[in-house]
């Protein structure tokens, strides 16, 4: 079977569920991937689909109009001051068809985050969910090692690991890093490439509104892919000036398209 391909929210920021269920489908995506678990930051839409009946209504039936899959709903995000229970967010997402939930530690204290993650693998457990820790050079768990050594003492068979291609480069992960880990440990593939003309940039400007189309950029794309297991890929490329350019619609179908091109080229 072919690779499926999932249009994370991020690639087109900002953007309300029911759009980007419509932009999904008409850019040809397998999947979406919805923010459900908003992180209150200023222009994003806030979806609480548990406190919404009339919008998780109109999700509902437009995933089913547009015959779109929900994959995954995201962010869980692991903090002091943040809630412990998302029981109702995980029903939610789960009542209309996701399977994973994406989630990063933005705590030091990391024997909290065990304690989270253990209570809400739990929860997710009671849906059918899949936690899937990532590792973002911008949070406070930066590293495959930390994500494995975090996934060892939590414990749980529903705690995978989320591989995003630009985190795995910075920070250096080889496919030969990846190929001597069980490859049941991974989850959600985050796909996307670094620029490789970085000339007065900063790394959180590209992690937040700079990556690179697949192929396009200076990521050994196609050693990590070989080595990790041939899970969905969510593309989570997000990119202001080519959403300038294309619109949103336009740029998440190029993303589509690029990687597409990229994996038949590179017989993936």
């Known amino acids: 079977m072919s690779r499926q391909f999932s249009l994370a929210y991020l690639t087109t920021p900002g953007i309300d569920p029911v759009e980007q269920i419509k932009v999904a489908k008409q850019a040809g995506y397998d999947y979406v991937s919805l923010r459900t678990i908003p992180m209150g930051q200023e222009g994003e839409p806030q979806v609480h689909l548990e406190n919404d009946p009339a919008l998780m209504e109109q999700v509902r039936q437009t995933l089913k109009d547009y015959e779109m899959k929900l994959f995954d709903i995201e962010l869980l995000r692991i903090r002091e001051d943040l809630p412990t229970d998302y029981r109702a967010a995980f029903e939610k997402g789960a009542e209309l068809g996701a399977t994973q939930v994406l989630t990063s530690v933005w705590t030091k204290d990391h024997s909290l985050a065990v304690d989270r993650y253990g209570s809400f693998c739990e929860q997710a457990a009671q849906f059918g969910l899949t936690l899937n820790l990532e590792f973002p050079i911008v949070s406070e768990l930066t590293t495959m090692q930390e994500a494995i050594a975090m996934q060892d003492k939590v414990g749980a068979s529903n705690l995978k690991i989320l591989m995003d291609m630009i985190y795995v480069y910075k920070t250096g992960v080889s496919p030969e890093d990846i190929k001597a880990v069980d490859p049941s440990r991974f989850g959600v593939i985050h796909l996307c490439d670094w ?46 000036k080519e959403i300038e350019v294309r619109g949103r619609a336009g740029h998440a179908a190029r993303c589509l398209e690029a990687a597409k091109e990229f994996f038949a080229a590179n017989n993936l």
């Not at 007065?200 to 892919?225: F, H, K, N, P, T």
């Open 195 to 240: 620029p490789a003309d970085m000339a007065g940039r900063q790394d959180v400007e590209v992690v937040r509104g700079g990556r690179s189309y697949c192929g396009e950029g200076v990521v050994d794309l196609a050693g990590i892919l070989k080595a990790l297991p041939a899970n969905v890929c969510s593309i989570e490329l997000p990119n202001l």
